[in-house]
């Protein structure tokens, strides 16, 4: 496949003397939300889905990796945190949530997975990876959209 293309933005003054900006639409990494660069065709599939990036992206590609050598991932987000839970109790492993005071509140910033020393902990963004030798890792957000 072709290298992506990142066009950067173009601003130029139009004959009525305004300011006109001209920009590529970006494709955002499904992975982390950092830009891979111009949307373009390969980034929808023959039905219309967007389709996985990661593999694009520098911060996402070891997790590709890990899911090609029968690692299973989970990205923990609001959203999803029920669902990996249930999927966790499936494979008999203890997670529940992460309470953190924020802002004076105590609430739920992630999902702690295991007990005593193995245990980790995902924080909203970051990926949860369990190993096919029943470890469990985290590969943290990048700091840019934390
Ligand atoms: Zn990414």
């Known amino acids: 496949m072709n290298a992506r293309t990142n066009a950067p933005d173009r601003v130029e003054v139009n004959e009525q003397g305004e300011k006109v900006t001209t920009f590529s639409l970006k494709r955002a990494c499904n992975g982390c939300g ?32 890990l899911e090609a050598a029968g690692c299973r991932t989970w990205e923990v987000t609001p959203r999803s945190i029920n669902r990996v839970d249930d999927e966790l109790d499936r494979l008999d492993v203890y997670a529940k949530g992460y309470w953190q005071e924020v802002d004076g509140k105590l609430q739920v910033v992630g999902l702690r997975v295991g007990t005593g020393e193995t245990r980790v ?25 934390r």
């Open 34 to 65: 950092q830009l891979v660069g111009d949307v373009d065709n390969r980034d929808v599939d023959e039905r219309g889905n967007l389709t996985d990036v990661r593999g694009e992206c520098d911060h996402c590609r070891p997790l590709v990796e």
């Open 121 to 145: 902990v995902a924080r909203f963004g970051d990926w949860l990876i369990a190993h096919p030798n029943g470890k469990f890792t985290v590969h943290k957000a990048p700091e840019a959209v």
